[in-house]
């Protein structure tokens, strides 16, 4: 790509976002991370392929969204009854025991801002590997980029293992097929935000504009 | 040395906080080069031409914001830690558990890692998240030049971390949805619950509108000081 090779080749000229320091970085080798010299913030990382990679992840991780909102991901069996949980279901709930406030809340941080990132991401980087302009793509890229500290499908994964704990002296707890791929979604989640690498994307509308 | 180091806000220069793209500010009449933007006026700001993002100096009101949001939460942490945030009905008996009384449950019944675990995300974490918010905020606030570069680390610590408290929520959220089995055991949200989601929001939302370049605009003031001297001396 002509944006990776002029960014990699060239000193550059960066702010630091902490602390408004004006500096020079050198061209970075794969891998290697640019610091600040005053406050040691991380000024760039230079991802491998990280277009692609990235846009691998993240349909892998549509995928297995749909997947872990298909079929139960907890179920518990007590006196004969045996009742199913999904990912939504969790609002759901919450909702219908007049917890509307903390419904949302639920709803957002695991199926919304999830789902919106995964989508969007999608949508992006598609866009910036088929060479694609729109005036959209900035506007998105930054709202998913602002909002991802809102997805929390990890914390929510945690929360699962605390539960089945809780309830395990209580009932039988048997973990649904969604679970394993919920699992998997945390994971290809974490990869995504390693291997991204914003600068691509900001490029590519430098240069399309 | 000090003559080596220019910031962006020392030569009118802006970096978008999302594109990393640079821009200039544009000239303003009457405002000599060494002064900074009063805090009674909106700092200047543009627009990224880049991503269209509004990009300012600094964030406008940055301390005055945060510390609302701190103290906000300050407030919420005291109900979500009295209240109960579930009320467990089994067999017709009812049993309110609080966020320690879910803790100290779970360490009882041998589970001490899991207890562990829940005690930091949701005990240590947004107190000590109140802690560091409120020190920050007051170090900026007294113009402190005290180790400016761990000062803007534990801010990104406790902005990193801030979301695991979330998981007693969800551990709410989850035992709602499964134990439902309508006269023989059901469960039930507490106010706490509520409570304790507003101290996450409120410190995620505090974290998010603290200005860390603030940190080192003290130690920027106090080098133009030093330069002056030299200058005049």
Not at chain 1, 9 to 16: D, E, M, P, S
Not at chain 1, 30 to 58: F, M, P, Q, V, Y
Not at chain 2, 6 to 26: D, F, Q, W
Request: proline share 5%.
């Amino acid at each position: 790509m002509q944006g990776e090779k002029h960014k990699h080749t060239q000193r550059v000229l960066r702010i630091c976002h902490d602390c408004d320091l004006i500096q020079e970085i050198p061209p970075l080798k794969a891998g290697k991370t640019a610091r600040c010299i005053r406050c040691h913030s991380i000024l760039e990382r230079h991802r491998t392929n990280s277009l692609d990679r990235s846009l691998a992840l993240a349909l892998t991780g549509i995928i297995l969204f749909m997947l872990s909102n298909l079929f139960p991901l907890l179920s518990l069996k007590a006196g004969g009854v045996a009742l199913d949980s999904t990912l939504l279901s969790s609002s759901i709930e919450l909702f219908r025991i007049d917890r509307p406030l903390l419904s949302l809340l639920v709803f957002f941080t695991t199926i919304l801002f999830p789902a919106l990132s995964l989508a969007g991401m999608v949508y992006v980087l598609g866009s910036v590997k088929l060479g694609h302009n729109s005036q959209w793509i900035g506007p998105i890229f930054r709202f998913l980029r602002s909002t991802d500290v809102w997805g929390m499908l990890e914390v929510f994964l945690l929360a699962i293992i605390v539960a089945g704990v809780k309830l395990g002296d209580l009932a039988e707890i048997i973990p649904g097929i969604s679970l394993y791929s919920f699992f998997a979604l945390v994971i290809i989640l974490a990869l995504l935000s390693s291997t991204l690498d914003p600068d691509d994307v900001w490029q590519h509308q430098e240069t399309t504009t | 040395m000090s003559t080596l180091y220019k910031t962006g806000l020392e030569e009118g220069l802006l970096c978008c906080p999302h594109c990393n793209l640079i821009s200039r500010l544009p000239e303003q009449k009457n405002t000599a080069p060494k002064t900074r933007a009063p805090n009674n006026r909106q700092p200047p700001s543009i627009i990224c031409p880049r991503c269209d993002a509004l990009l300012h100096t600094r964030i406008p009101h940055s301390l005055a914001k945060t510390t609302a949001l701190v103290l906000a939460a300050t407030f919420m942490y005291i109900p979500a830690n009295i209240l109960p945030i579930m009320n467990v009905t089994y067999l017709g008996s009812g049993q309110t558990d609080t966020i320690m009384g879910g803790i100290i449950h779970l360490f009882m019944e041998g589970m001490w890692p899991l207890a562990l675990i829940v005690f930091v995300a949701s005990i240590v974490v947004p107190l000590l998240k109140l802690l560091v918010m409120g020190g920050l905020l007051l170090s900026v606030k007294f113009g402190s030049c005290w180790r400016p570069a761990q000062r803007t680390h534990l801010f990104h610590i406790t902005e990193f971390i801030g979301r695991w408290s979330m998981v007693d929520i969800f551990v709410l959220a989850i035992l709602v949805a499964l134990v439902q089995f309508g006269n023989i055991a059901s469960v039930d949200a507490g106010l706490g619950a509520l409570s304790f989601a507003a101290v996450v929001i409120l410190t995620m939302f505090a974290a998010h509108t603290f200005d860390p370049r603030l940190i080192w605009d003290a130690m920027d003031k106090k080098n133009l000081h030093k330069q002056k001297d030299t200058t005049h001396g």
